[in-house]
């Protein structure tokens, strides 16, 4: 069944050509270092040299090589993207869920806290907690974006579950004498399972894209490389108005190209399953 | 009988799906005469949706007109609607001379605009030159006789109740006096006691000679029964019997007919002598019709022919039926 | 008759209000706890590095010290704190700014808000207008080659961080083709004036980060927009009112009408990220605006300054929040006049 | 003994955390229905059917009243799951939508697994295909048509009688019927409604027939109970509701249903 459900799938171009760009992408970040291993934060030779054969995408002003730092810190944002995902997901895969099965005063309570935390300005908050963090690791920003991010997700998969627990194959399922975990794991996951995966993605690209702003700002993780930090020190070093293009557009072409990538991957997927917007 | 208004001839229009046809429609010829209300009854997947687009040639993809006329009969003139293209039919046929009560009124209105401003627009399309005032004027006489108040033509669809919604899309489908008027399932999401309601302002609108023929389409006999005179009974994208309302409740002819009608449940003492009947087996795919007649699979009277051969209508006692038996 | 016509629009609207005055309330004290409770207590902290930076005046480091604690009121116990915080906060007293002494905070603020709004309000209204055309063209041209170029398009433009963009259109344009400017709000040397000759000079310096802005958010409103289209396609009033005749570009109209009312609270609720990614680009750009302040603080620690500035930028999130569903009522009947449910 | 006795039902609905309001779905409604019988619940859309049905399938906590099934009151005397569960082998239910009655991500036949599970049999035993298969042609489906299909597969009318066969399994006392052919093509209702009056016959359930379709209570029922704004505003045999109505809604419900054999005047 499931496998006959995503047969449509490999027949969107837009999803092969858009999975193949994220396997690259992965590949560069978890192979890439191994490969190429060359010390991201060391001093590799001399400063600010363009691409060559010795470096592949260059030196910048200390001397550090930009390649490693591009492929270590492409396995970083996946790393902190995934993990914001899964912190954003656990919380509202809880929180969704709860309001939507237990209803009355906890449904009105919970979705109450999630409309404050989706409309308090979230990379605000983000920007002034991680300005009291001494130290940041790359779970700490994870957390920080994960934490701040599922409000959204949450009213969706409540609403989505609302509809689904009036269907009435869920009542059936009931007067068969399911318990309410066994009607929650065969009757209501498998129903919001894609869009729970499509957020998921969406979630990995709010993680990816959060990092390199706080970095930016000089809030990033305090250790480590991370495609923000790259850019980070590229501003810094004022890499934009003296030319040294290969220390900023590596980082931000692989950025958009994973964001877009995985961005297309749930569009794709929404044309597939969505009978709204399948093509006639 | 009056003269003819509308006419539909050996029309073909199929779904184009996955490099497959649905023959939503197959051979289909209907006349609608001047002053008649036309019943067309039939069940999901009969092509009386199909039908009444291509009575208003509203022909879009995935549908495609493959063969046949749809011929307005016009001051005298013959206009064959399928040969003109889509801005045409809008300018001059749409709204002007065939018009439609669609199935859904509820949400038929452009939901954010005052139900003035959209007659304006529709106003705008047929006529290079329009006076609002005088347009409102004849709106409120015409939102008055359907039996909506006239201030109704100022407020937004959602003000008006479900049933005064309906008589609005109307009065506003027959602001231009068209000639030709579907109404497609018009009742079949209302409360009985609205449904009355509804019915008497469609039957109004030829009393009044507002529109001079109707197509009722549904797949309720009971309905259809108080406002047709003539049936067109469909299955399966093809015309079946077309006969008298009266004639079909007294002896229907084609046993598809016999079936629908004798499983029709109305509270009449008749129903509960006759019982209930119901038709064995389920229609047909369409994208694989049966050969032969399509009916043959459920057909309880079924000869060797109707496997090979397909039914033409023919004149039966002055009814129309599709049918080996007769 | 007048005042029950209103009655639902005042409903919705002191909803919203409220709403947002108790979310602000509890923004600010975020804004209050999150010093006070994060391990290795920051404030100390920042007492410390003061007095290790071992500015030669011995007089100001104590000074500093002094309006610190009154300030955060270190010391006292934690509500008369709280109290004390936002009583000042609703004053408008946003404290003092350490790496300006004895500047308040909000007159740093003051003078570089403005810079904020011009380039941001503008912006985003620019691309939601752009961004949603273009989705609602792409939606009712579905399947066409515009269809299918737009979609693709908005979805990396959509995906490109504000200041990656900008980076690379200062790169290009002004570091190699040196068309525009690429930092500042205005040509180093010029004093702001409301003269013609200052206006043009801000408008050149004005473009790329505006241009950073537009491009990368106009992308994420078309594929929002495309898609409501496309479900209003098959909508009952589309039908109805093609077979009465409707031209398509009426048709549209109604359409692009109706897809475009959710979007309009859409825009209140990205208020927030576009201003975060705006103070990002005001970096890049070096662009006098209160990122680059935020900036300052963030680089020399200025606690005071920075609390203050967020206090002031989400209230100001909050405050445009409640315009847009302001206008939003305003506009969709629905709202105004009160929806009847379920009829 | 009825076999189902509804007394004094009243369900309000709330919302609003500040500001509360309360919309009264059922009013006051009392009923019974004997064993073997078959009851309608006629009501046009909003008056509150649907809301009683779910009540008495105990998805609804009523506001008051009491629901009696066989002599325990579903709310008190049902404490634990087990009791649950012999509540659900006595009550089962046939819905509107044929479609969302199944989930589409199994074949069509779990609903029939689910059961036989409820009824304590190892699904997975031969004698359970046998009882299966029994079922399926007792509704006149064939077995190899059915099963291991998947719902977009099979036509609604197929859907409903499936979900019969599954209450010939299960044998309830009582079925709530929630307007089950509403759905169905006109020519195709007739088979559904001669199974439940099958199941009547053959095994003595009674059936709680909730529709908007006078035509059909008139035809299936042994009493109409007419419902109108929440509440149950007249009783009686079908004869009498149809003949001499007393209630207003119903004289006007009455005058206004299409009939077949007489025009409208």
């Known amino acids: 069944m499931w496998l006959a459900m995503f047969r449509p799938l490999f027949k969107s171009k837009k999803f092969l050509v858009s999975i193949l760009v994220f396997i690259f992408i992965v590949l560069l970040g978890l192979v890439g270092p191994i490969v190429y291993p060359v010390d991201p934060t060391g001093y590799a030779g001399p400063f600010e040299r363009p691409p060559s054969r010795e470096f592949p995408l260059g030196t910048d002003t200390y001397g550090g090589d930009l390649l490693a730092k591009v492929l270590n810190g492409t396995r970083t944002s996946l790393y902190i993207g995934f993990l914001t995902a899964v912190i954003s997901m656990s919380i509202g895969i809880i929180i969704g869920p709860i309001s939507a099965i237990k209803g009355g005063i906890v449904d009105e309570v919970l979705m109450s806290f999630t409309n404050i935390v989706l409309t308090i300005p979230n990379i605000l908050l983000a920007i002034l907690i991680a300005t009291y963090l001494k130290v940041r690791s790359a779970e700490v920003i994870a957390l920080l974006l994960g934490v701040l991010g599922w409000p959204w997700f949450a009213r969706a998969v409540r609403s989505q579950l609302l509809s689904l627990i009036n269907r009435e194959y869920v009542k059936l399922s009931r007067m068969a004498g399911y318990s309410d975990l066994r009607l929650a794991f065969e009757d209501l996951i498998p129903g919001i399972a894609t869009y729970a995966f499509m957020s998921f993605i969406l979630f990995i690209n709010g993680g990816i894209l959060g990092e390199a702003g706080l970095s930016l700002i000089g809030l990033g993780p305090t250790k480590g490389v991370s495609l923000g930090l790259v850019l980070q020190w590229a501003v810094l070093m004022e890499a934009v108005r003296r030319g040294i293009w290969w220390w900023f557009v590596p980082p931000g072409v692989i950025i958009v190209a994973l964001t877009s990538s995985l961005l297309m991957i749930t569009t794709a997927m929404d044309e597939v399953f969505n009978p709204r917007l399948r093509e006639k | ?326 | ?343 | ?265």
């Open chain 2, 1 to 326: 009988m009056g003269n003819l208004v509308l006419q539909v001839e050996n029309a073909r229009a199929y779904y184009i799906v996955e490099n497959n046809y649905v023959r939503a429609i197959d051979d289909v010829s209907i006349s609608i005469r001047e002053g008649e209300v036309v019943g067309i009854v039939g069940e999901s997947g009969s092509g009386k949706t199909t039908l009444s687009n291509v009575m208003l040639v509203n022909i879009k993809k995935p549908l495609s007109l493959i063969d046949g006329k749809v011929k307005l009969y016009l001051n005298g003139s013959i206009i064959e609607l399928n040969k003109l293209p889509r801005e045409e039919l809008q300018r001059n046929i749409w709204g002007k001379e065939t018009s439609i009560i669609p199935q859904s009124a509820m949400n038929a209105l452009m939901p954010t605009k005052r139900i003035k401003d959209s007659i304006l627009d529709v106003m705008k399309t047929h006529f290079d030159e329009i006076h609002e005032n005088e347009i409102i004027d004849k709106a409120q006489t015409r939102f008055e006789e359907i039996g909506v108040s006239k201030d109704a033509i100022f407020r937004y669809p959602f003000e008006l109740s479900g049933g005064m919604r309906q008589r609005a899309v109307i009065a506003v489908a027959t602001l231009l006096n068209p000639r030709f008027l579907i109404a497609d399932e018009p009742t079949s999401a209302l409360d009985v006691s609205t449904q009355k309601m509804v019915l008497k302002t469609i039957q109004n609108l030829r009393e009044k000679g507002i529109v001079k023929s109707i197509a009722f389409i549904t797949h309720d006999i009971a309905t259809v029964r108080q406002i047709a005179e003539t049936l067109v009974v469909m299955y399966a994208g093809k015309i079946v019997e077309i006969s008298s309302i009266e004639e079909i409740i007294r002896e229907p002819l084609h046993p598809y007919t016999k079936g629908l009608l004798f499983s029709v449940v109305t509270p009449e003492p008749e129903v509960k002598e006759r019982g209930i009947y119901h038709i064995p087996g389920t229609p047909p795919n369409l994208m694989y019709p049966p050969p032969g007649c399509r009916f043959h699979p459920r057909c309880e009277y079924k000869l060797d022919i109707c496997e090979r051969e397909e039914p033409q209508l023919k004149v039966v006692n002055n009814r129309k039926v599709a049918c080996f038996l007769y």
């Open chain 4, 1 to 265: 003994m009825p076999i189902l006795e509804v007394n004094n039902l009243t369900k309000i609905y709330e919302s609003g955390m500040i500001i509360r309001r309360y919309i009264e779905a059922v009013k006051n409604v009392s009923f019974s229905i004997e064993e073997g019988e078959i009851v309608s619940l006629v009501g046009e859309s909003g008056s509150g059917k649907t809301t009683t049905a779910n009540i008495i399938l105990r998805f609804l906590k009523p506001t008051s009243g009491e629901v009696i099934v066989d002599g325990r009151d579903i709310w008190k005397d049902i404490n634990t799951f087990e009791d649950l569960k012999e509540y659900r082998k006595k009550v089962h239910a046939v819905f509107q939508d044929p479609f969302s009655s199944y989930n589409s991500f199994y074949p069509v036949d779990r609903v029939l697994y689910q059961a036989l599970e409820l009824l304590g049999k190892n699904p997975k035993a031969s004698e359970s295909k046998d009882l299966i298969e029994e079922s399926l042609v007792s509704v006149g489906l064939e077995p190899k048509h059915i099963l291991g299909k998947y719902p977009h597969q099979l036509s609604g009318g197929e859907k409903q009688r499936l979900m019969i066969a599954r209450c010939w399994l299960i044998r309830p006392k009582l079925i709530i019927a929630d307007e089950p052919v509403s759905m169905i093509d006109a020519s195709t209702r007739g088979g559904i409604i001669k199974l439940f009056e099958k199941l009547r016959e053959e095994e003595k359930t009674s059936i709680l027939f909730i529709t908007h379709d006078m035509g059909l209570a008139y035809y299936i029922s042994d009493k109409i109970l007419i419902m109108y704004l929440g509440e149950i505003v007249e009783q009686g045999t079908p004869e009498e509701i149809i003949s001499n109505p007393k209630h207003e809604y119903t004289k006007n419900l009455i005058e206004s249903i299409p009939t077949l054999y007489k025009k409208w005047s």
């Open chain 3, 1 to 343: 008759m007048k005042g029950y016509a209103l009655r639902p629009f005042l409903k919705y609207v002191s909803r919203k209000f409220i709403f947002l005055l108790v979310t602000y309330f509890i923004a600010i004290t975020i804004v209050f706890i999150l010093p006070r409770a994060i391990p290795g207590n920051p404030l100390s902290t920042l007492l410390r590095q003061i007095f290790q930076q071992g500015q030669a005046n011995p007089e100001l480091i104590r000074s500093v010290h002094k309006t610190l604690m009154e300030e955060f009121g270190l010391g006292k116990p934690w509500y008369e704190q709280y109290i004390d915080f936002i009583t000042r906060a609703f004053k408008g007293d946003l404290g003092t700014s350490i790496s300006s002494y004895p500047k308040k905070t909000l007159d740093l603020i003051a003078p570089v808000m403005p810079w904020t709004l011009i380039l941001l309000i503008p912006s985003i209204i620019t691309a939601w207008i752009i961004g949603n055309t273009l989705g609602a063209i792409a939606g009712f041209k579905r399947g066409s080659f515009t269809d299918k170029f737009t979609l693709n398009f908005s979805l990396i433009v959509s995906q490109i961080p504000y200041y990656w963009l900008g980076m690379l259109l200062i790169f290009t344009l002004s570091v190699k083709l040196h068309i525009f400017p690429g930092q500042g709000g205005y040509s180093q040397g010029t004093i702001p004036a409301f003269t013609l000759k200052f206006i043009l000079d801000m408008l050149y310096h004005y473009i790329l980060p505006f241009l950073s802005i537009v491009i990368s958010a106009l992308g994420g409103w078309a594929i929002g927009t495309r898609v409501l289209v496309i479900y209003e396609l098959d909508a009952d009033y589309v039908n109805f009112g093609e077979l009465l005749g409707l031209k398509e570009k009426t048709v549209f109209s109604y359409i692009f009408r109706n897809s475009i009312l959710p979007q309009v609270t859409g825009l209140a609720l990205s208020l927030g990220g576009a201003l975060g990614g705006a103070l990002i680009t005001e970096i890049i750009f070096n662009y006098p605006g209160t990122g680059y302040l935020l900036f300052r603080a963030l680089s020399t620690l200025d606690y005071p300054l920075i609390q203050g500035i967020f206090i002031i930028l989400i209230g100001s999130v909050y405050l445009a929040n409640f315009l847009v569903d302001f206008v939003y009522a305003l506009i969709d009947p629905r709202i105004r006049l009160g929806q009847s449910e379920g009829s």
